[in-house]
């Protein structure tokens, strides 16, 4: 059995809890733009200052004329996604192909829930893609085991201050470094305030606090009959941590220390007070007010967005995308159902997560990285590395990495930031500013290999038992505990 010992003591040194640890000017970390000055006006102020040609940039790393073979496997598109972000896609894959087209790709797109079970499959017969980009809590956990090429920014032309700094520390295991953001992501709370107004609440204010979020939601369903708040506690759903881990944070809880300024990993926090008195929330609103839809133990964020666009859903947290997946469902209504959403549409609102109960705020900062893999782990056991660090420089662009980011998310490649794509966007995103305010309050991910095992099914795990009454909030957080403990101490998954 691996050794994670080492690993984990470096992880935990390098370690930050918020991204507002490590902003720091550029004349300090020669970031491409500066992170210490981070706020809508900035964002706005650099957006269309500088063009990138893409081609040229990543012809200085493979040849634009290069012959070889590249297998590719990414999260694709799915049924939550705007469709702005299907023709991005189409988009990227007929530019890469116009750009190097004597690299002949097979690529497969998978959903983000089957994306990680499949990978290890095929990495257990040593039949994975050459290339992969994963979700952000993935990585590390591939890297520990020896599956992923050693991989930096500077491998295919750009620079690692080109990154933000919390997302650089999920692709790094042991000091070094095995894969390059492809995108960061922060959420944002979305209410219909006409809901609000109608539940007797203010429609131009948010709910400050968890707390809040819980009487809301509760005098919502009361007044009005329809659920407060979309709660989603999935199993093996990415949905899920991303939407309970602000909440779990925000009352001053936390799985580990990873919401610390200086996080060790070594303490761990799923049955601290705080912990349960965040479970406890998302009881009160499940078993006690039901408040929230019945159907929260199954749903993901897609099974929202329908309900809240026919005014059956008073809050949720997601991207800024939804504003205009909403857009998109709204076109295909008709008649009264139209009429309906339009009016959702017209009172939706974008806010900062709440906070817990002493102020903190917190959200994941979420995202995806690109990846190389070993040769042996791969079909045919050769990785093409010219046609592998094409795809990865062409992914990691400014203006690549901003446009497959462009309607959910942001591009891993601060640069993207300064490109006229980054300009239309704010022009043309609603909310977008929300959202992208969010990034200095983000949380990564423990950076260890377990932290697949425990976001996508110990914290669900942990909601589930609680929400169905087969454990108390108590029982089911020392549960969870426990579980963390064991998966731990014992070495990896």
Known sequence: MRNYGFGRA???GMAVSTLMVSMMSTSVLGQSVDLSKWSPEYVRSIAGTEEFDTA????????????GRLTFWYQGVFEGDPDLLRQYYKDFFEAFRATYPNIELEEQALTYNDLLDKFRTALLGNAGPMVVRLQILGGVEFASKGYLQELSPEDV?????????????????EGKTYGIPTNNETMALIWNADIFERAGLDPEAPPATWDDVVAYSKQIHDKLGVAGYGLVARKNAGNTPYRFMPQLWGYGGGVFDEADPNPTYEEIRLDSDASKQALQASVDMYVRDQSVPVSALTNQQADNQPLFLAGQLGM???????????????????GDDQTKA????????????????????????????????????????EVDEAAAKAMVCF?????????????GSNPGNLNGFKT??????????????????????????????????????????????????????????????????????GGGL
């Not at 009016?343 to 939706?348: F, G, L």
């Not at 022009?427 to 977008?432: E, G, R, V």
Request: some cysteine; overall charge negative; aromatic content about 10%.
């Open 395 to 407: 992914w990691t662009s400014p203006e690549w990495s901003l446009k497959m980011a462009y309607a």
């Open 342 to 381: 339009q009016t959702v549409i017209d009172n939706m609102r974008y806010g900062l997560i709440p906070t817990g109960p002493d102020g903190k705020r917190a959200v994941v900062f979420g995202g995806s990285n690109i990846h190389i893999l070993n040769p042996e782990y791969v079909e045919g056991g």
């Open 10 to 12: 470096l992880a935990r």
């Open 157 to 173: 032309g750009w620079k690692t201050e080109d990154f933000w700094p919390g997302a650089m520390k999920s692709v790094m295991w």
């Open 420 to 489: 006229k794509w980054m300009k239309e966007r704010l022009d043309s995103i609603k909310f977008l500013d929300v959202t992208t305010s969010m990034l200095p309050y983000g949380v990564p991910f423990p950076t260890l290999p377990e932290t697949p095992e425990i976001m996508n099914i110990i914290i669900p795990d942990m909601l589930q038992n609680a929400l169905t009454g087969a454990m108390t909030v108590d029982e089911a957080a020392e549960d969870a505990a426990e579980k963390v403990r064991a998966l731990t101490e």
């Open 56 to 67: 040229e940039l990543c012809g200085a790393v493979t040849p634009l004329d290069y012959e």
């Open 316 to 334: 949720m947290i997601s991207h800024p995308s939804d504003y205009n997946v909403m857009l998109d469902l709204q076109a295909k209504a008709t």
